[in-house]
């Protein structure tokens, strides 16, 4: 039997405050819907790096650099050394375009390892955060969990992130791949257009 399962990469950073910082964000509304985002001025911020497939979560992994290509590939690195056998050879790893993620030294790592089996430009949407089970599921109920009481320090939150992190069941990871595959149903059916999902 073969097993597929898909790793995403993306990193967000998570701000003392609760704000957390996505470019995927989007306001849809017929009208001005008013919306105001905030910034602090000198926030207190890390970096987190999360891979997630149907069968487990891998990290979180905490960073607070700039992520060029040579971190990315540590990053990834570290990612590559907790894999299982089955993983490597069959699974696909899912990433977004930015930057460092699409560089050349980059590209020819995760090929090394995947070979055709990545998918990220062109094989993507792109801006489309209702298809990636990170964006849909995992920054916003880590977010909602971890917010709950108020964090002093980086260590605080880290330990909150990793706390939340192994609370997530397998059952529910299960559920939020099941869910992804409905969201690609409809987004074929729609010819890549918006729809409105239930």
Sequence with gaps: MMYWTKHSFL????YLNGYVNSQNYRHWSSENPHVFNEAQLHPVKIGVWIAMSRRRIIGPVFFHDTVNAERCQALLQEFIEQLHPDELQQGFF?????TAHTARTTERFLQEFYDDRVLGRGCWPPRSPD?????????????NSIYKNRLHTI???EDAIRHNVLQITGEQLVHVFDNMKR???????????HFEFF
């Design 131 to 143: 298809l990636t089970p990170l964006d849909f599921f995992l920054f916003g109920h880590l977010k």
């Design 11 to 14: 990193t967000r950073l998570g």
């Design 94 to 98: 899912q990433r977004d375009n930015a």
């Design 155 to 157: 260590e605080e939150l």
């Design 183 to 193: 969201r690609i149903t409809l987004c074929l059916e729609n010819n890549g257009q």
